[in-house]
Antibody, heavy 119, light 107 residues
Framework: EVHLMESGGGLVQPGVSLRLSCGASGFIFSDYAMSWVRQAPGKGLQLVSAIDGRGTNVYYADSVKGRFIFSRDNSRNTIFLEMHSLRAEDTAVYYC?????????????WGQGTLVAVS | ETVLTQSPATLSVSPGEAATLFCRASQSVNSKLAWYQQQLGQAPRLLIYDAFMRATDIPARFSGSGSGTEFTLTISSLQSEDFAVYYCQQYNSWPYTFGQGTKLEIK
């Protein structure tokens, strides 16, 4: 059974850094691209960043480019999102999501999310 | 950036009836469009990918159609568990984008 578990969220002040993690199980981790998708309170979905199965290619939304770093450790079946210079507008539930294959396409399985509140 | 516009924002339908949701792209996304369902307080769930392919374990009452810039999600014979928010998402070009959502509510 596919399982994704996010951790690392919390309440932080503007300007600080935070690192999110997402542990995966139930599938061959390196075979799948992964993503972080966020949802601000009462708002829609935004695909923040994506990484291919090998970790070679990483993509960022313009709103986080230069502030967030997305990485993966295939030996630990874990992805990370380092978030720097956090802003109030980064407040959201951050979902870890697995794409359907080794290349970023559509998220086919989602974790339950972790809340990041910047205030 | 490809902007996806969903309509209507809210749709009120009675259980047992059909619902049709629309998603329009600002430029062609070919058939690289997915649909998701999100229940209140839960993570989204993939329903449809490649515009019309049902994801694993998705009931046959959910169907998708369209290509290019115009897409529809149809839910035939609505069940109580179908009342939720629905999002479309394009993965034709980065940044991949979502529509703003359609809330399907009980009439």
């Amino acid at each position: 059974e596919v399982h994704l578990m996010e951790s690392g969220g919390g309440l932080v002040q503007p300007g600080v850094s935070l690192r999110l993690s997402c542990g995966a199980s139930g599938f061959i981790f390196s075979d799948y691209a992964m993503s972080w998708v966020r949802q601000a309170p009462g708002k829609g979905l935004q695909l923040v960043s994506a990484i291919d199965g090998r970790g070679t290619n990483v993509y960022y939304a313009d709103s986080v480019k230069g502030r967030f770093i997305f990485s993966r450790d295939n030996s630990r079946n874990t992805i990370f999102l380092e978030m720097h210079s956090l802003r109030a507008e980064d407040t959201a539930v951050y979902y870890c999501a697995r794409f359907a294959g080794s290349w970023p396409m559509f998220p086919s399985f989602w974790g339950q999310g972790t809340l990041v509140a910047v205030s | 950036e490809t902007v996806l516009t969903q309509s209507p924002a809210t749709l009120s339908v009675s259980p047992g009836e059909a619902a049709t949701l629309f998603c329009r792209a600002s430029q062609s996304v070919n058939s690289k469009l997915a649909w998701y369902q999100q229940q209140l307080g839960q993570a989204p769930r993939l329903l449809i990918y490649d515009a019309f392919m049902r994801a694993t374990d998705i009931p046959a009452r959910f169907s998708g159609s369209g290509s290019g810039t115009e897409f529809t999600l149809t839910i035939s014979s609505l069940q109580s568990e179908d009342f939720a928010v629905y999002y479309c998402q394009q993965y034709n070009s980065w940044p991949y984008t979502f529509g703003q959502g359609t809330k399907l509510e009980i009439k």
